[in-house]
């Protein structure tokens, strides 16, 4: 289990939410949804922002938005609304709030 | 003119890339079009993402595009792809990518 670094580090990443289990914790849409709601002043409750320095975040994938509110909460990204917001979001929190916003369903135009 | 930090900000902005006019370039969707042929490979030629740790770009606002672009390019965020790729930007190049998938229209279902 321990072969090489990135096998450490996997591990390291769930030691504090998991004993044994995938180093991404499973989201859930429906919770997701419901702690979205503080999330929705900027970037909609359909996740289509309400400010043009804000992105539109529905329909992204779950795997980006993990990234990046782990980046915003560690630091690695910095916006001064988002670094505080992300500060006391848990794992499950992230992947619960990733699972909500990738649920909602994007059709694209592209113009002629 | 230079009523209070805001407005000095601005002007300073402006100071290095032109004498009188706009603190942002104004982008050329068709000219972004076809300079982000670049682009296409991990965000799609539609703005849509083919892989999950890419974003989806389109229909992103204009302002947040050139930021992030801008923020690749000057450091301040930071990817192993995009810090590459928007050094060379001109803010002309980034005003005209921005522009282009800034046009491309979004529309979202969130589920029941």
Chains 1, 2 share one sequence.
Request: hydrophobic share 45%.
């Amino acid at each position: 289990m321990l072969k090489g670094i990135k096998a450490g580090l996997a591990l390291l990443a769930v030691a504090g939410t998991a004993v044994s289990g995938a180093a991404w914790a499973a989201g859930d849409s429906a919770a997701g949804r419901a702690k979205a709601r503080q999330c929705a002043a900027c970037h909609g409750a359909n996740g289509v922002a309400k400010m043009p320095n804000v992105p539109n975040i529905a329909g992204e994938s779950p795997i980006y938005l993990e990234k990046q509110l782990k980046a915003f909460r560690g630091g690695e990204r910095a916006d001064p609304q988002m670094s505080v917001i992300a500060k006391p979001l848990s794992d499950q929190d992230i992947a619960d709030l990733a699972a909500w916003y990738a649920s909602i369903k994007v059709t694209v135009t592209v113009p002629e």
